[in-house]
């Protein structure tokens, strides 16, 4: 490989590696053992760095080698130029390799705690130099963030996206539920229909928030013979939570965003509800190595 170094001068690395050897062994005849190439080879070469470096080396002569002034000076120089080197390229390896580098991933929120935090731990126990960004979104915004290259994968509904260009895999299945607050007549039930709060205020996500989402909470309420009276939104489950609490209406919700002893709020699973599908979703020409691995940890768990 060659180094270019401030005034253009062009250098083989190589020729710093004989270099050291010749140095270090005050012998030619050994360093050309040492680097498996002819001794013609070795002097060569290191005439070739003298003509370069514009000045000698060492200095010779039948029985004896050994380095000038110059060469002595010139030894650190060259043992810091080819361990920058060799720590550059190793470097580069390991970002090519996805083994090394950074990882940007955007996420809804208390959806994906069931299996997120699992799927990043397995991540860092196989890659542990890479690093990790993590951003909370709605679907809309994470879509826009993946689109606009700032994050490289997004854990969101399942086919928000629905494109040769990207790549998707479905992570969990969630059980759509009822929630409301502990003053609510369906309070004490174990599970409900979509016919038994047709006619309670309902707080949901904005359609802003994603369209997919609203529109298939809209289906499945028509389907179960319910027309949602829609009070107040929120753009994010807990904020939905906290409306359902202070009895602004009863919401629809994933049973994962149920918080671990969490007061004042009820799941209650809905009867013959479709479940909702949570999938990462990834551009396709997106070249990060560390996405790649990322998505190799993925395929290995979902699609066996």
Known sequence: MTLVLDGGLKMETRYLK??????????????AQMNHVVQTTMSQSIAALENMLG????????RNVKLTKLGQLFYSDAEYLLNAFNHSEHHISQLKSGYEGFLSVGYLGDQTLSFMPGLLKEFR???????????????????????????DLIFTVNSEKGSKYYEEIICDSQEICLVVNSKHRLYDRETVCYRDFENDPMV?????????????MLYNCAKGGCFPNITG??????SLIIMTEL????????????????????????????????????????NNSALRNFAAVLYEKYHR
Request: glycine residues 8%; proline residues 5%; contains cysteine.
């Open 125 to 151: 126990s196989r890659y542990p130099d890479v690093g990790i960004d993590l951003m909370q979104g709605f679907p809309s915004k994470l879509s826009s963030l993946l689109e606009d290259g700032d994050c």
């Open 247 to 286: 009895g602004l209406g009863v919401t629809l919700l994933p049973k994962s965003c149920e918080l671990s002893g969490q007061k004042g709020v009820k799941f209650i699973p809905i009867q013959d509800s479709a479940k909702m599908d949570i999938s990462a979703c990834w551009l396709v020409e997106n």
């Open 233 to 238: 939104y929120a753009s994010d489950s807990r």
């Open 204 to 216: 949901f996500f904005h359609p802003s928030c994603g369209n997919n989402v609203y529109n298939n």
């Open 18 to 31: 004989y270099f050291i050897d010749v140095a270090d062994t005050l012998s030619f005849t050994k360093a």
């Open 55 to 62: 000045f000698k080396l060492f200095e010779r002569n039948n």
